[in-house]
Nanobody, 122 residues
Framework: VQLQASGGGLVQAGGSLRLSCAAS????????MGWYRQPPGKQRELVAR???????NYADSVKGRFTISRDNAKNTVYLQMSSLKPEDSAVYYC?????????????????WGQGTLVTVSS
């Protein structure tokens, strides 16, 4: 199973970016999916998570500016980021709780994508 993130880049403050993360491989189903970020010199932090049914939660710092969504048919999670600020600059990682069939038994594992860099200039 792999998570492939894309969509990062350089944007001016106030601008927008859309991140995507597609899961592939021997997937039976996917429970929660989410986005985390790690600013330079800081710890990784939760940005937003979304359940398979669509309920979502957000870090206070991004509420009202970021929107997480998912396409279950495509095993993909998105993060629409608007009104970006320099403090949003970080490497963004996608994360997912994925159920795979192992010797016929469904087991859940947690997977991380490779990270995509978002830089917001002032």
């Amino acid at each position: 199973v792999q998570l492939q993130a894309s969509g990062g880049g350089l944007v001016q403050a106030g601008g927008s970016l859309r991140l995507s993360c597609a899961a592939s491989g021997n997937i039976f189903s996917i429970n929660d999916m989410g986005w985390y970020r790690q600013p330079p010199g800081k710890q990784r932090e939760l940005v937003a998570r979304i359940a398979s049914g669509g309920s979502a939660n957000y870090a206070d710092s991004v509420k009202g500016r970021f929107t997480i969504s998912r396409d279950n048919a495509k095993n993909t999670v998105y993060l629409q980021m608007s009104s970006l600020k320099p403090e949003d600059s970080a490497v963004y990682y996608c994360n997912a709780d994925i159920i795979v069939l192992t010797t016929g038994l469904p087991l859940q594992y947690n997977y991380w994508g490779q990270g995509t860099l978002v830089t917001v200039s002032s």
